[in-house]
């Protein structure tokens, strides 16, 4: 005779069961590694296996929630509820360093706002040219903690770039935007990519501010050189 179990206890039961599977029986530190892989393996589809996560079981629901690194990395994405999903990651995260992507269709003001707190910890910020207006509103502000930025803009903005808010930059890639002039903030670098970049430096300016940069190991000046002032001296035939 088989006698059910009482609706109080298959809970339980399930609970037990679920322990004694051979992924959860991992330490945690390498159960969310593996969710960490998992997610950031395709960022187009980020926000749906990060959400899928939770829903899989109670222990993952309350591993995922309990895991700031998990949450590290926000994408603006395309979904109608990005919003709700941006706050939830920025909450989440803690004090993670964040890696930030602004690409999506949809972003306003009420979007940007999300970010603002959250300036101070931003590790890795990408922005899309459709949104070079927010770069500049952003960039006013110090970003602490920023080692990599690549920013697109479509009309030659300038963003205002300085070492004092940029202080630990390390990798720039700008396209479409002014040069920045600050000679301290060439010096860190360790990659540096210009793409089709407008600017009103000289040819002598352009190379005294790479002749700062002692630690650069990767350069990209892709149709670049020509926009600058030629001022060395020409010689007649």
Request: proline letters at 6%; glycine letters at 2%; hydrophobic letters at 45%.
């Amino acid at each position: 005779v088989r006698t059910a179990a009482a609706p109080e206890h298959q809970a339980e039961l399930k609970a037990l069961w679920n322990s004694s599977l051979p992924i959860n029986r991992l330490p945690t530190e390498l159960l969310v590694f593996i969710f960490i892989l998992f997610t950031h393996y395709n960022l187009g589809v980020l926000y749906h296996r990060r959400s899928n996560i939770p829903r899989v079981c109670r222990y993952w629901y309350n591993l995922a929630l309990s895991a700031p690194p998990l949450w590290r990395t926000v994408y603006t994405g395309y979904e109608p509820t990005r919003r709700k999903y941006v706050t939830h990651c920025l909450n989440s995260s803690a004090t993670s360093p964040l890696h930030v992507y602004i690409r999506a269709f949809l972003f306003c003001e009420a979007d940007l706002a999300l970010f603002l707190p959250h300036l101070g910890r931003i590790e890795l910020f990408k922005i899309s040219a459709r949104f070079a207006w927010a770069a500049t509103v952003l960039f006013l502000n110090k970003f602490a903690l920023l080692k990599t930025l690549r920013c697109d803009t479509n009309s030659g903005d300038k963003l205002h770039l300085s070492a004092e808010r940029f202080p630990c930059l390390q990798s720039l890639q700008l396209e479409n935007a002014r040069v920045p002039k600050d000679p301290q903030i060439y010096a860190p670098l360790h990659t540096l990519k210009l793409i089709l970049c407008p600017s009103d430096l000289s040819l002598s300016e352009c190379f005294g501010l790479l002749s700062t940069s002692l630690n650069l190991k990767e350069l990209v000046l892709f149709d670049f050189l020509r926009s600058l002032v030629q001022d060395y001296p020409t010689t007649s035939t």
